[in-house]
């Protein structure tokens, strides 16, 4: 599946990165510790979190993440945003909380 | 072939800029994948604990046939116990860090876990030296 299928499915806003909504997805990874998030996600992954500000951005490039998904209706920060369209990774958002877009996301991509 | 890159401590809007640019190069010298990866894990987060820990500091990027050197050289307070600072969950993050979502107490296990050789040298009130290898063979 796709950023974007995803996206659709979801009724997932898109906050920036658009250049990258035909990314494929091979996962998830659910976690606001960042030191964990660089640990243990992997390639392709989509991260679902409440951290808006820019090194979150810096961990999805470095790890080659899908996409990221703000949930509780978090709003990114300024510079989170433009480096979400400088990079071209998806920055998303919905008001679910964690449990329910992670639940939701488990059962289409699992 | 060496390079060389500036970190400025508190500073969390640069944090991972060098990590990033690490990584452009070691691609660009066309380094194995996932030798790319674990250095890139390894280095972004000794380069963090420059920016949340210390005052400023310079990576060293060394790169040859045999494999890649990256030495972290920062001025700080110091680690007084290196061997209590490795342990998973230990942190001395301020509160402010803590909220950004550092401070699990992570960055060193998992410097750990992906070089292929840590060493960590440290003087209170001095500063800390990291030193990431990583084999091509
Ligand atoms: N360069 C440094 N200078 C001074 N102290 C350091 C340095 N690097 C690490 N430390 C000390 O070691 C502790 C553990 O580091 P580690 O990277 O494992 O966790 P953290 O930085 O606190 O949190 P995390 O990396 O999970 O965000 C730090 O909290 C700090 O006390
Ligand atoms: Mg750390």
Redesign the pocket.
Known sequence: MTVEQLKEKLGLKVFGGEQGLGNEISGGYVSD???DVMGNSDTGQVWVTLQTHKNVMAIASLKDLAAIILVNNHQPEEDTLAQSNEEGIPLLGTDMSTFELSGKIYELIK | MHFEYQIEGGNFTRAGFASSEIKKMLKQLNVDLGIIKRTVVATY?AE???V???YSGTIYVDVDEKGIVIKLV?E????PDIEQ?MKEG????SSKVREMG????????NMKKNADELNITSEVEKG?TVEIRMGFG
Not at chain 2, 102 to 109: E, I, K, S, T, V
């Open positions: 510790l960042l030191s | 987060e963090v604990n420059v949340a820990h210390a920062d700080g307070p110091g680690i600072a230990y942190s001395t993050a550092f401070g699990a107490g992570m960055g060193l296990p800390t």
